[in-house]
T-cell receptor, first 110, second 116 residues
Framework: GQNIDQPTEMTATEGAIVQINCTYQ??????LFWYQQHAGEAPTFLSY????GLEEKGRFSSFLSRSKGYSYLLLKELQMKDSASYLC???????????FGKGTRLHILP | DAMVIQNPRYQVTQFGKPVTLSCSQT?????MYWYQQKSSQAPKLLFH???????NEADTPDNFQSRRPNTSFCFLDIRSPGLGDAAMYLC???????????????FGPGTRLTVL
């Protein structure tokens, strides 16, 4: 079966750094995605990792270890607008399907 | 400019009354998806198309059908909506490259369906 796990909720302080972890067990691996979703809105693409290592994009970075079935999303210099759900998703094979985790709801405190 | 457009943004229907949701894209992407998302849950894949090849998820109820008449448009038909079908319906698109890899996925704003 396909399984993607991430924490349900996290809380962090404005200006701080937070790391959201994601582990996956899938029949294959063709890339891992992170999305941001504000309440009542559609998911917005943040990052895509297909090779091991860290991808940095401004305040957001995403890390992948394929051997461990593990990824994290690192958010730096947190802002109140970063309060949202963060969805980890995996493309399990060389086709066009993407499977989502349940998302991590991130609360930012002033 | 909007790249994935969904209409309507809000849809109210009655129990058992058929409803059609539409999605269009200006990206010329070859893959289109329909997801159902209920409150505080992950998006659940219902179907996806690679060009005209239709892929139905095994647990998608028969009550849900889809059509993709051309590259730009995709429709979700709910034949007899039940109260449990109230959700946000998300359309998304992807370009599957020659390497066979997806490198991003664009979502439309979603249609929120209410069933009375």
């Amino acid at each position: 079966g396909q399984n993607i796990d991430q924490p349900t909720e996290m809380t962090a302080t404005e200006g701080a750094i937070v790391q959201i972890n994601c582990t996956y067990q899938t029949s294959g691996f063709n890339g891992l995605f992170w999305y941001q979703q504000h309440a009542g809105e559609a998911p917005t693409f943040l990052s895509y990792n297909v090779l091991d290592g860290l991808e940095e994009k401004g305040r957001f970075s995403s890390f992948l270890s394929r051997s461990k079935g593990y990824s994290y999303l690192l958010l730096k210099e947190l802002q109140m607008k970063d309060s949202a759900s963060y969805l980890c998703a995996v493309s399990p094979s060389l086709d066009d399907k993407i499977i989502f985790g349940k998302g991590t709801r991130l609360h930012i405190l002033p | 400019d909007a790249m994935v457009i969904q209409n309507p943004r809000y849809q109210v229907t009655q129990f058992g009354k058929p409803v059609t949701l539409s999605c269009s894209q200006t990206l010329n992407h070859n893959v289109m998806y329909w997801y159902q998302q209920k409150s505080s849950q992950a998006p659940k894949l219902l179907f996806h198309y690679y060009d005209k090849d239709f892929n139905n998820e095994a647990d998608t109820p028969d009550n849900f059908q889809s059509r993709r008449p051309n590259t730009s448009f995709c429709f979700l038909d709910i034949r007899s909506p039940g109260l449990g079908d109230a959700a946000m319906y998300l359309c998304a698109t992807t370009r599957l490259g020659t390497s066979g890899r997806i490198d991003t996925q664009y979502f439309g704003p979603g249609t929120r369906l209410t069933v009375l």
